[in-house]
């Protein structure tokens, strides 16, 4: 039985656009099996919808990790986020918080957490579009490896899952098995991207040229430059206006009340104001049980 029809790229102006805009099996019957090959796939929003750091949060203030004022901190840097676009202090803010938070904890407690929310959400968040991508490049017989600002913990947990050959990730420092609240280098993120799979395609004897990545923002214009058949999967608006301009393909995975920005933002909207709501609710039952109301 045939596949169902997927979105077709957007036409190239290039040979190498033109190229780039066949899909991977395509490319994988013409080349063949090829251990130089890989293809880099980002996470949020490029194979899981939405962030996994925020379920992987979510989870640990379930499970007592986060203050309720934690809470009410990262839902107002998100809010403002969301108002005034990325600020890089607003961002280091959040992130030393975060590592201060996890300061202490046990890797073994937080990766058995992760594991759970893997399968109580974000399995369920899996762009089928993206899978079948990524299945056919390990079908070809090419390396996949996930490339996301994550901790690597994570992005290492998400690839086993996949079948994915491995995760670059931020890489949180631990000492003796518990985390120390510094970082090891910077963050995953835009240029450190780029950085980090040239490193690897020099460790593992990678062709980048003959390589693909796939990313869903403009953050991922510098790693998506880096190989011969990039793809922008669920662009955003940046990306979407770069990708036209050079030339890259596009992939639309999400259903048709998600295929905007403001639909993301909406989505991102909504899980601030449930965080709020959620604090809320903890705040009135620790009122309730104080006075006995």
């Known amino acids: 039985m045939p596949e169902p029809t997927e979105p077709r790229p957007v036409d190239a102006t290039t ?4 190229a ?6 395509d490319l994988a019957a013409q080349h063949g099996p090829d251990a130089r090959v890989a293809a880099f796939f980002d996470v949020d ?4 919808r939405g962030a996994s750091a925020f379920h992987l949060g979510v989870g640990l203030y379930r499970r ?3 203050k309720t004022s934690d809470i ?3 839902a107002l840097h998100q809010m403002r986020y969301l108002a005034f676009g990325e600020n890089k202090a607003q961002i280091a803010e959040v992130r030393d918080r975060a590592l201060s938070i996890m300061r202490g904890r046990s890797v073994a407690e ?7 929310i893997y399968d109580e959400v974000l399995a ?9 991508l990524l299945d056919q490049h390990l079908s070809a017989g090419h390396q996949v490896w996930l490339v996301t600002a994550t901790p690597v913990e994570i992005g290492d947990l998400i690839a086993r899952r996949l079948g994915a050959t491995g995760a670059l990730g931020t890489v949180a420092e631990h000492t003796d098995g518990f985390y120390t609240g510094r970082l090891v280098g910077d963050m995953m993120h835009g240029q450190a991207k780029a950085e980090g799979v040239r490193t690897l395609a020099e460790r593992e004897g990678l062709d980048l040229s003959q390589s693909f990545a796939y990313g869903d923002s403009a953050n991922d214009v510098p790693v998506l430059s880096e190989v011969g058949f990039p793809c922008a999967i669920n662009p955003d608006a940046r990306l979407r206006r770069h990708a036209a301009e050079v030339g890259w393909p596009m992939r639309e995975f999400r259903n048709r009340r998600a295929r905007t920005r403001r639909g993301v933002d909406a989505a991102t909207a909504a899980g601030s104001i449930w ?3 959620l604090i809320a609710r903890t705040l009135r039952r620790t009122i309730r049980s104080r006075w006995g109301r």
């Open 45 to 48: 929003n490029t194979i899981i």
């Open 275 to 277: 965080a709020l709501a």
């Open 72 to 74: 009410v901190r990262f």
């Open 15 to 18: 040979a190498k656009g033109r």
């Open 124 to 132: 369920l968040r899996i762009f089928p579009g993206t899978q079948r």
């Open 20 to 25: 780039s805009g066949q899909v991977a099996a």
């Open 64 to 66: 007592g990790f986060f």
């Open 110 to 116: 937080v990766l058995t957490i992760a594991e759970d």
